[in-house]
C-alpha cells in the first residue's frame, strides 16, 4: 500500500466502482430501524443510501437520491416519518420509495411511471445486519446467524481512511473460530457471552463511521474502547499520511491488503 492510496480521493473513486460496488455492504443493525418508518441514511464507500423498515415491516434500502433532480431525498441520519419529502422542490416519496406526488410547478409528465420510484437496492439482513448491494453477489455465507439480544449501537467518527480502521480492528486478531472478518467492512467478535459486531462506514476518503453493535450486552459499556479505536486509527491515519505503513502485517491484515491489491489490479487491467 502507499500513502496516496489512504491520503487521496482517487483511491476512494477506484474503491467506490469496484470494492463497494461488487460485494454487499453493511447498512446498519435491523434493530436500529425497528419500528415502520424507522430510517437510517448513510454515504457508505460514496453511495448515499438509506435503510426503511415500511409499514409492513419490511426493511428495505434505496438509493438517496431523487428522482427529480438527484439530489439526496434524506437529508438527516436518521428517524422516523410516514413519507419522504424531498426538501429541494418537493416530490414525495412512500415508506416503499415510491412516488406519491409532486407540486404542480415541478410535477412529473406521466406521475405513474414506475421510472420515478426511488432505486431499490438488494437487501437482505443477516446476524442482525442489514446488507444492501449495488449488484447481484451471492447469498452471504459463514456470518453466525445466532446472536444474543441486541444491546445497542455505539456511533464514532473518526478522521482516518476507512483502510486504517480496518487494519486496525484486523491487527489484533488472527483468524479463529471467536473472530470472523468478512470482506470489505465488517468484523464479529465473541468475548464471552458478548457478540461484538465492528462495521465501518467508509463516508469520504478521510472520514469514516464506525458503528459498535453490540449483541448480548449493554452498548455503554464499549464507550471506552471506542474512543481508544478512535484515537488509535487518528495516529495511524497520521502515520500514512507521512509513509508509515502498516507495521503489524497480522494474518488477517495481510489477507485484507491482497484483497485490495487483486481488486486494484483488475481495475488498472480495464482501464
Ligand atoms: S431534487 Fe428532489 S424534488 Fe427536486
Redesign the pocket.
Known sequence: MKTEDYTGGDAFQIEKRTVFSGDWLPLCAEAQIGRPGDFLAASVGGWSVFGVRDGEGVVRVLRNA??????Q?VGTPSGNCQSFR??????TYDLQGRFLS?PAP?APKDPQSADLHLASLATTTVAGIVFFSLSSPPAIAGIDADLPAYGGTSVTDIACNWKVCVEHLLAEHEPSPDFLWRWPLLSVRQAGSLVIVEQVVPHTFLRTRLFTHVFGGAVDEHAQAAGLIKQACEQLQADRASGVMCAKDSTLVADFHRRLASVYAQEAAAT
Open positions: 431523487c428522482r427529480h433532480q438527484n439530489m431525498v424531498c426538501r429541494f422542490h418537493g416530490w409532486a415541478v
